[in-house]
């Protein structure tokens, strides 16, 4: 039996739910995240498509090319990241039921990390995205 993971928006109108565990996790520190989220960085946990479902209407924008930034329609609150390329959902853990389910791997734009967050215990940092 596999693992899944659920999520909802503040309002609950959006839902997310996750098959099995994410090929990775990170923690972004680029300036287009921080805008779209208004925090400082974000947490996010990478799917390939056919392991995401997503229910209820979204609201979004192509941020860059084939970069597709989604959230729920109602409360306006930011979902996740679709990367047309990749085929790859980036799921912010925020919205995810379990968040500590999802430790981070790596920190990618670590040229953007904020000075007063301290370092996180074996967790590798890259300048912009990971090697």
């Given amino acids: ?3 899944t993971f ?9 839902s997310i739910e996750l098959k099995g565990r994410p090929k990775r996790v990170s923690l972004c520190h680029c300036r287009m995240c921080a805008r779209h989220t208004g925090a400082p ?3 996010l946990a990478v799917y390939d498509a ?18 597709d930034r989604r ?5 306006g609150a930011p979902a ?12 912010y853990v925020g919205v995810l ?3 500590s389910e999802f ?13 007063w967050l301290g370092d996180i215990d074996n967790v590798p940092t890259y300048k912009a995205y990971r090697d």
């Avoid at 659920?6 to 959006?14: D, F, N, Q, V």
């Fill in 41 to 43: 960085f974000v947490h």
């Fill in 97 to 99: 039921d379990e968040p």
């Fill in 1 to 3: 039996m596999s693992e």
């Fill in 50 to 67: 056919p392991d995401v479902a997503v229910t209820g209407e979204t609201y979004g924008y192509e941020s860059s090319r084939g970069v």
């Fill in 80 to 91: 996740y990241i679709y990367v047309e390329d990749s085929d790859e959902f980036e799921i």
């Fill in 71 to 75: 959230g729920c329609k109602d409360c």
């Fill in 103 to 115: 430790p981070p791997q790596y920190e990618i734009f670590d040229e953007h990390r904020p000075s």
């Fill in 6 to 14: 659920t999520g909802h928006c503040l309002c609950g109108a959006l």
